[in-house]
């Protein structure tokens, strides 16, 4: 983790936007000795953002199964699966 004063994205831009593509890291800033933003790069920051819709989704369904939701074997989903295939088929 680094940790600059926000000045240095003024002075170090470049220096700084390197640093969050290499490491995929970010980049904390600080404004009076206070954390006030984070800067990191657009590729890591969406697969983060991604990440974390994953994991909301994945916990709904577990909610809703632990709520009583129906669930399906591997068997029924593939059955499923190829009635859908067949009805798009035709």
Do not use: F, H, W
Request: hydrophobic share 35%; proline share 2%.
């Amino acid at each position: 983790m680094k940790i600059k004063p926000s000045a240095a994205i003024r002075n170090n831009y470049n220096e700084i936007a390197t640093y969050c593509k290499e490491t995929g890291e970010p980049v904390y800033l600080t404004k009076n000795g206070e954390g006030d933003l984070v800067v990191m790069d657009i590729r890591a920051y969406e697969n983060q953002k991604r990440a974390l819709e994953i994991e909301v989704e994945l916990l709904r369904s577990r909610n809703e199964r632990l709520g009583g939701a129906k669930t399906y074997s591997i068997s029924e989903t593939l059955a499923m699966m190829d009635r859908v295939i067949e009805n798009t088929s035709s």
